[in-house]
């Protein structure tokens, strides 16, 4: 399991602020975990589209291999949360990423996700490279 405290070892150079509406809750009082997925694809998206715009309308496309998501804080309506995000290693097919959501103004982390994503040929439906080009937009953002 990721603890806060590793989730926190990161350093995030991307975050969304997410809306929380009333249908997100449920009959606990808290955020349904599958609308805490939900938030951390809408993390993912605004990540790739603010690195590389219209990065998906070419021939190659993302797709998630896995997801493990930890929850460590319920969220509730009355916060406010934001999604960070991060890809923290490449391998040559895949890359992975970590997000955290956060509530916003003490920062405490209240759930993680991390994710391996894998490089993929539309037209083939094979797994592909992942481009250099990819590898640094994502170097260059991250500081590394």
């Given amino acids: 399991m990721t603890t806060p405290a590793m989730a926190e070892s ?20 808290h955020i ?3 609308k805490i997925q939900e938030y951390f694809d809408i993390g ?7 690195l590389f715009g219209e990065l998906f309308d070419g021939e ?8 493990k998501t930890d929850f460590f804080y319920p969220v509730l309506f ?15 097919k895949s890359l992975k990423m970590l ?13 993680s996700c ?4 894998v ?6 439906k094979e797994t592909a490279s992942i481009p250099a080009e990819w590898k640094e937009t994502v170097e260059k953002f991250e500081g590394r």
């Fill in 99 to 111: 997000q955290q959501i956060c509530l916003v103004g003490d920062g405490s982390v209240v759930s």
């Fill in 32 to 34: 349904n975990n599958a």
């Fill in 10 to 29: 990161h350093t995030f150079r991307h975050a969304v602020p997410i809306q929380i509406r009333f249908n997100d809750i449920d009959m606990m009082g």
């Fill in 114 to 117: 991390d994710s391996v994503l």
């Fill in 78 to 92: 009355a916060h406010s949360v934001e999604v960070r995000t991060t890809i923290y290693h490449f391998g040559n």
């Fill in 44 to 50: 993912r998206v605004h990540y790739f589209m603010n």
């Fill in 60 to 67: 190659l496309a993302l797709v998630i291999a896995s997801n």
């Fill in 119 to 124: 490089c993929f040929r539309k037209d083939t």
